[in-house]
Structures are given as C-alpha cells and as structure tokens.
C-alpha cells in the first residue's frame, strides 16, 4: 500500500511544452505539498494545500498551477516548460497539528 | 524568515565507526519541530528523528540521536555504529508548528561510509 504516490516518476519533455504531475495520497491526511529539488539537491516548498484551500505559494512563477481537486490529490500543472524547471519535484502530505510529512517517491522532470 | 545551514557538504566514516551531522537554524519562534531527513539514493524522503523544541531531552532512535542546543539554536545528528545502508544525503528541517507547517530544509550533508 503505497501511502503517498506520484505520477509520472520519470518525465522528459521539450522547452515550451506543457506537462501535469499527478499526486495521491491514501493516509487521510488534510494537508498536501509541492517541493522542488534543484540539481545541487536543495529542496524548497513550493505549495500547500489544506482541505482543498490554497495555503502556500512561495514565489512560484504562474507557470506553475497547483490544484487540489479533493483532499486525496494535489496536481502540479506546469505550462511553457523552460530548461530551468529540470528538477525532481516532491509531493508530502501531512495531518494538521500532527508533526510528520510523508513524502512521494519524487518525479524527476527533465526538460530540453 | 527561518533558515537552515547546513555547513559540512560532504562528510565520511569508517563503518562501525560515529560520525557527526552539524545542523544550525535561525528562527524568532519559541516552538517548533526539527527533523533530520534521510534520503538515500532512491531518492526517497525518510524520517530520521524529530526533536520538539519544547522538550529539553534529546531525541534518540535506535542509533540515531540529536544533540539540540536551544539557546545556540543547534541540532546536530550522531550516527553510532555506522553501516553501509547509512550511506545518502542527510537534510536537516526546522517547522513551525502553527501557521503553514512548512518544512524549512538545509542545503543537505552528503554522507559516505567507508567499509
């Protein structure tokens, strides 16, 4: 039983190109996020849902749309993909007040 | 805004022997969680330990244990008895514990064990 799962695992697309990451988690949790690991491994937040509702948007250019379509699923939409979105992007759930974050097992989105 | 520094980019041990992660933070908040993560080459996030900053003993799981020092706003990690499976990059994480809850990272500690 996977608790926290992303698809795709592996993507690799062209400059300008449109692509979604998919992210499900099974732990009934009420609180989802988006990170991003750049390639010198740094790993930032991106987004966080909780109960559906838009909780974080650090700084992320509007390329980027997150939507939460219930609280099971949080999907990464990225448009105009450029070079420097080559990353590995992690999905993490967590339950409000409750101290631990599960993390997917990252898609890493290679773009040329 | 919080920050996590993570001074030692690389560090290595002989196996069997202790190594230790340095880990510091800057936040004005009285409460908060810190986290060691684990994340080998899979890529896989894993919980290490977790210490509250309310609480003054140090977290200790199995051969893992932290060494938090409140007041210098350090939290460094010991790894005794090092094994093969230790070896990955080791990310120290500071949250607040109201508000966003999100996970603040340091620049990570790329760990070898030597056998």
């Known amino acids: 039983d996977t608790a926290v799962s992303q698809t795709p695992k592996y993507l690799v697309t062209q400059m300008g190109n449109d692509k979604s990451i998919k992210c499900e988690q099974n732990?009934?949790?009420?609180?989802m996020y988006w990170y991003k690991q750049d390639s010198k491994k740094f790993l930032k937040i991106m987004f966080s849902?909780?109960?559906?509702?838009?909780?974080i948007n650090e700084t992320v250019p509007n390329r980027f749309s997150p939507k939460s379509p219930d609280k099971a699923h949080l999907n990464l939409h990225i448009n105009s993909l450029e070079l420097g979105d080559s990353a590995v992007y992690f999905c993490?759930?967590?339950?409000?007040?409750?101290?631990?974050?599960?993390f997917g097992p990252g898609t890493r989105l290679t773009v040329t | 805004a919080q920050t996590v520094t993570q001074s030692q980019p690389e560090m290595s041990v002989q196996e069997a022997e202790t190594v230790t992660l340095s880990c510091t933070y800057d936040?004005?908040?009285?409460?908060?969680?810190l986290f060691w993560y684990k994340q080998p080459p899979s890529r896989q996030m894993i919980l290490v330990i977790r210490?509250?900053?309310?609480?003054?003993q140090n977290a200790t799981e199995n051969r893992f244990s932290v060494n938090f020092q409140k007041a210098a706003k350090s939290f460094s990690l010991k790894i005794s008895d090092s094994q093969l499976g230790d070896a990955a990059m080791y990310f120290c994480?500071?949250?607040?514990?109201?508000?966003?809850?999100?996970?603040?990272f340091g620049q990570g500690t790329r760990l070898t064990i030597n056998p």
């Open positions: 732990l009934g949790h009420d609180t």
């Open positions: 993490a759930s967590s339950r409000q007040g409750v101290y631990e974050q599960y």
């Open positions: 936040t004005s908040e009285s409460d908060y969680y």
């Open positions: 210490q509250e900053a309310y609480k003054q």
């Open positions: 994480a500071y949250r607040e514990i109201q508000g966003a809850q999100k996970l603040v």
């Open positions: 849902y909780n109960n559906k509702e838009l909780i």
